[in-house]
């Protein structure tokens, strides 16, 4: 069976809806609110999940024009959480949604406008 291409806007727009949700979870919550269980938690590693997952999906040359975008970092962070979901580390969440996802967002954006 033949698989079906799927256009990379739509991996883009995934990413973009991910890292908002990821926000909207953590909008409002310390530290202490990052821990395993928790359903926000939970929830904003399903996100960060689904960022590395699309992000795999993109074909080279289109993650080459957003070479500010950690194009491996993304889908290794995935791959972790995926494989070796009880070694989650709540502080690295919580870094990387105080501190990484603020400007990723930016930068998909800007990739998306690419390809309207």
């Known amino acids: 069976m033949r698989s079906v291409s799927r256009d990379p806007r739509l991996y883009i727009d995934d990413m973009i ?3 908002e949700n990821a926000l909207r ?3 409002g919550l310390d530290r202490e609110h990052y821990k395993p269980g928790a359903l926000a938690f939970e929830a904003i590693v399903r996100q960060i999940e689904v960022i590395g997952e699309a992000a795999a999906h993109l074909p080279p040359e289109i993650q ?3 070479p ?3 194009w491996p970092n993304l889908i290794g ?3 972790r ?5 009880f070694a989650i580390d709540p502080d690295i969440i919580w870094s990387v949604v105080n501190h990484k996802l ?3 967002i930016q930068a998909l954006k800007e990739l998306g406008n690419r390809y309207p």
Do not use: E, K
């Not at 959480?81 to 979901?85: A, L, P, R, S």
């Open 81 to 85: 959480m995926i494989h070796g979901y």
């Open 25 to 27: 979870f953590s909008d």
């Open 68 to 70: 500010s975008i950690p």
């Open 102 to 104: 603020p400007s990723l």
């Open 77 to 79: 962070m995935r791959n």
């Open 64 to 66: 080459a024009q957003a």
């Open 17 to 19: 809806d991910a890292v």
